[in-house]
C-alpha cells in the first residue's frame, strides 16, 4: 500500500520539485499551496491530491489536513516546507514584516506539525521532515529575519526528536544550501535603510551573479526523499549545500568574517 505524504508550499522551487519526486516515487502525495487554482502539475493522476492551505491560518491548516486523511486514509511523512525569505537590514524592519516572517516559517511549521501528529500518534507511526537551511547553521548579512526563523527550526527539530521518538515518530531537518529558486527574487520580501544602501545594493548584485551558478531544486528533492524514508536515528540531512558550511566550519572566525566582509564590499563597488 503507497504511503502518504503531506508536503507545505508545494506550488513553486523545492516543495514543487519534492511533490514531483515523491510522485515518481510512487507515493501519494498532498500538495498543498495558498492558490491551489495556480498548481503546477497540471493533470492530476489519482496520487495526488492539491488542497488549499495557509499555514498561517489554524483554520486553512485543520481544514486541509482532515481533507487530506479524508482522501488517502492516514498522513505517513510531512515536509514542512513553506517559506519564504524578508531580507534586508534589521534596522530597515517593522515589526509586521517581522512578524509575518516569523508566522510563515516558524509558527506555521509548528501549526501544521501539531494538525497531522494526533494520526501520527495513534499509529505510533510517521516522520517529520523540516526544511531548514545551511542559515539555520550560520549566517550572512542582511538576512537577520530569515536566519532567525531557520535556526529556531533547527532548536525545535532537535528538541521535538526527543518528545516524538517514544510515539515511534521520527523528526528530520533536511538543510539545503543556496539553490536556483524563486528565493531571491519575486518570492523575497526586501527592506531598505537608506543607512545601509551601498551595502545593500552589493549584496543585491551577488545575490543576482549567483543565480545562475546554482544547483536546482530536484537536488533538495532527491535529500527530502531519502530523509522520509531513512528508518535510523538521523536527523541532519545537508542538500546542494555548496563550499559554505565546510568553509564556514574550517576556517577561524575572523577569517570568515574577513572573506564575507571582502565580498559584499567589492559587490558594493
Not at 509586521?96 to 509548528?110: F, S
Not at 543585491?204 to 551573479?209: N, P
Request: aromatic share 8%.
Amino acid at each position: 500500500m503507497a504511503q502518504t505524504v503531506l508536503i507545505t508550499g508545494a506550488s513553486s522551487g523545492i516543495g514543487e520539485a519534492a511533490a514531483r519526486r515523491f510522485l515518481g516515487a510512487g507515493w501519494n502525495v498532498a500538495a498543498t499551496m495558498r492558490r491551489p487554482e495556480r498548481q503546477p502539475f497540471g493533470p492530476a493522476p489519482s496520487n495526488l491530491f492539491v488542497a488549499a492551505m495557509d499555514v498561517t491560518d489554524e483554520a486553512s491548516v485543520s481544514s486541509a489536513v482532515a481533507a487530506v486523511e479524508a482522501r488517502f486514509g492516514a498522513i505517513d511523512v510531512l515536509v514542512n516546507n513553506a517559506g519564504y525569505a524578508l531580507l534586508g537590514p534589521l534596522e530597515g524592519l517593522t515589526m509586521e514584516r517581522l512578524r509575518r516572517q516569523v508566522d510563515t516559517n516558524l509558527l506555521g511549521l509548528v501549526a501544521v506539525t501539531q494538525a497531522v501528529l494526533p494520526g501520527m500518534r495513534a499509529r505510533r507511526s510517521g516522520t517529520i521532515v523540516n526544511i531548514a537551511s545551511i542559515g539555520g547553521r550560520m549566517a550572512f548579512p542582511f538576512t537577520a529575519a530569515y536566519h532567525a526563523t531557520k535556526f529556531a527550526v533547527e532548536g525545535l527539530s532537535e528538541s521535538m526528536r526527543f518528545e516524538l521518538k517514544p510515539h515511534g515518530i521520527r523528526v528530520r531537518i533536511v538543510e539545503p544550501g543556496p539553490i536556483r529558486t524563486n528565493f531571491l527574487g519575486g518570492s523575497a520580501d526586501w527592506v531598505e535603510h537608506p543607512a545601509y544602501a551601498r551595502e545593500l545594493a552589493g549584496f543585491r548584485r551577488m545575490s543576482e551573479a549567483l543565480k545562475g551558478t546554482l544547483p536546482p531544486p530536484e537536488r533538495v528533492a532527491a535529500v527530502i526523499l531519502q530523509a522520509a524514508g531513512d528508518r535510523s536515528d538521523r536527523l541532519r540531512y545537508p542538500a546542494a549545500t555548496g563550499p559554505y558550511p565546510l568553509l564556514h566550519r574550517l576556517l577561524p572566525d575572523a577569517i570568515w568574517r574577513r572573506l564575507v566582509a571582502f565580498e559584499l564590499a567589492r559587490r558594493s563597488r
